[in-house]
């Protein structure tokens, strides 16, 4: 059974920084493309950024130089470092396979950038 869970969410003002760590279960982790997804109220979900088996990276135009995505594939775990935080960066934050596995989808993380 496939488990995504994210965790490291909060509220945080603006020009702050958050971690977040998703922990996986259930496949072969260190093989697979991960990505980081968020979704805005009323937006569509959106790719933030991916990572490779190997540790190649790449970031939404929109985080690009203030995220950074990383793993653990020993631990079976995906991060997002996000810095410079800002309030278009409020969201539900999830993970998820590259490309998207429907039924993966967790519960998410939510991060709210607010004075």
């Given at each position: 059974?496939?488990?995504?869970?994210?965790?490291?969410?909060?509220l945080?003002?603006?020009?702050?920084?958050?971690?977040?760590?998703?922990?996986?279960?259930?496949f072969?982790f260190?093989?697979n493309?991960?990505?980081?997804?968020?979704q805005a109220?009323?937006?569509q979900?959106?790719?933030?950024?991916?990572?490779?088996?190997g540790?190649?990276?790449?970031?939404?135009?929109?985080?690009?130089?203030?995220?950074?995505?990383?793993?653990?594939?020993a631990?079976?775990t995906?991060?997002?470092?996000?810095?410079?935080?800002?309030?278009?960066?409020?969201?539900?934050?999830?993970?998820n396979?590259?490309?998207?596995v429907?039924r993966?989808w967790?519960?998410g993380?939510?991060v709210?950038?607010?004075?």
């Open positions: 059974q496939v488990q995504l869970v994210e965790s490291g969410g909060g945080v003002q603006p020009g702050g920084s958050l971690r977040l760590s998703c922990a996986a279960s259930g072969i260190s093989i493309v991960m990505g980081w997804y968020r109220p009323g937006k979900r959106e790719l933030v950024a991916t990572i490779t088996s540790g190649t990276t790449n970031y939404a135009d929109s985080v690009k130089g203030r995220f950074t995505i990383s793993r653990a594939n631990n079976k995906v991060y997002l470092r996000m810095n410079s935080l800002k309030p278009e960066d409020t969201a539900v934050y999830y993970c396979k590259v490309p998207i429907a993966y967790g519960q993380t939510q709210t950038v607010s004075s």
